[in-house]
């Protein structure tokens, strides 16, 4: 198992759910963090827990619909840092709609959320991470990228194209010792399952995976022994539920 003390950890949609599951055990084994979310009072909630189990925590409050912004936001923020030995692109949205009731506007915000995001922030990332010659990137797709459900289109579209996109992104990092890993979870008890759309899922949550397990996979990747990796990951909760 790789050590990972002081290494440094931005995760992204880090004030809830799974970034913040991810946050609290990276800050167990001694990863340092930098949260991002919209929301500061939430990040820095996030951060104080994170400093209690002896680590440093900074927060950039950020909106990732800010598409515009995004690459020049995150030089910025590894700039500051001096570091950046791993990235976690959590932030994202669910939706729930049949393909034809779907409009383009909805059709277009889940691809800006959940894709091209992930697109700019990395590759603001990227000069970075070259020039200390490695690191990690962990993309948080979904199984709902790897199969296809009713009424999942737009979202289940987006998450397969992270997938791909992350198979490209490996390809051509690797000669610059850059690890790209996806991780496609089944359905996480979140509050994602409380905002527009989902909430007509009409999924038992009690049956889902919760955060914890899916930061926990998060940890074990980063934990993995130089010269190993892993391409993609998909845990399901134990019950099979989706």
Same mark, same amino acid.
């Given at each position: 198992?790789?050590?990972?003390?002081?290494?440094?950890?931005?995760?992204?949609?880090?004030?809830?759910?799974?970034?913040?599951?991810?946050?609290?055990?990276?800050?167990?084994?001694?990863?340092?963090?930098?949260?991002?979310?919209?929301?500061?009072?939430?990040?820095?909630?996030?951060?104080?827990?994170?400093?209690?189990?002896?680590?440093?925590?900074?927060?950039?409050?950020?909106?990732?619909?800010?598409?515009?912004?995004? #690459?020049?936001?995150?030089?910025?923020?590894?700039?500051?840092?001096?570091?950046?030995?791993?990235?976690?692109?959590?932030?994202?949205?669910?939706?729930?709609?049949?393909?034809?009731?779907?409009?383009?506007?909805?059709?277009?915000?889940?691809? #800006?959320?959940?894709?091209?995001?992930?697109?700019?922030?990395?590759?603001?990332?990227?000069? &970075?991470?070259?020039?200390?010659?490695?690191?990690?990137?962990?993309?948080?797709?979904?199984?709902?990228?790897?199969?296809?459900?009713?009424?999942?289109?737009?979202?289940?579209?987006?998450?397969?194209?992270?997938?791909?996109?992350?198979?490209?992104?490996?390809?051509?990092?690797?000669? &610059?010792?850059?690890?790209?890993?996806?991780?496609?979870?089944?359905?996480?008890?979140?509050?994602?399952?409380?905002?527009?759309?989902?909430?007509?899922?009409?999924?038992?949550?009690?049956?889902?995976?919760?955060?914890?397990?899916?930061?926990?996979?998060?940890?074990?990747?980063?934990?993995?022994?130089?010269?190993?990796?892993?391409?993609?990951?998909?845990?399901?909760?134990?019950?099979?539920?989706?």
């Amino acid at each position: 198992m790789t050590s990972t003390q002081g290494k440094l950890a931005l995760i992204t949609g880090a004030s809830s759910g799974i970034g913040k599951a991810t946050a609290l055990a990276f800050a167990q084994a001694g990863i340092n963090l930098a949260l991002l979310s919209r929301s500061q009072d939430k990040l820095e909630q996030v951060a104080i827990a994170a400093r209690e189990l002896g680590v440093t925590a900074d927060i950039f409050p950020c909106d990732m619909a800010e598409l515009d912004q995004l #690459r020049d936001r995150f030089a910025s923020f590894a700039e500051k840092l001096g570091r950046v030995d791993i990235l976690i692109n959590n932030a994202g949205i669910g939706y729930i709609n049949s393909l034809t009731d779907t409009s383009l506007t909805d059709w277009e915000r889940v691809f #800006r959320l959940n894709m091209t995001s992930v697109f700019e922030s990395t590759c603001g990332i990227l000069p &970075h991470m070259r020039a200390k010659g490695g690191g990690i990137i962990i993309n948080i797709s979904s199984v709902a990228g790897k199969q296809a459900f009713p009424n999942w289109g737009a979202y289940s579209a987006s998450k397969f194209a992270l997938r791909g996109w992350s198979q490209t992104l490996a390809a051509e990092e690797k000669e &610059h010792g850059i690890e790209v890993t996806t991780i496609c979870p089944g359905a996480v008890n979140t509050a994602i399952w409380e905002t527009d759309t989902m909430d007509k899922a009409g999924f038992d949550r009690t049956q889902m995976l919760t955060p914890e397990a899916v930061a926990q996979t998060i940890l074990n990747v980063v934990q993995l022994p130089d010269g190993a990796a892993i391409d993609e990951i998909t845990v399901m909760p134990s019950g099979g539920a989706f």
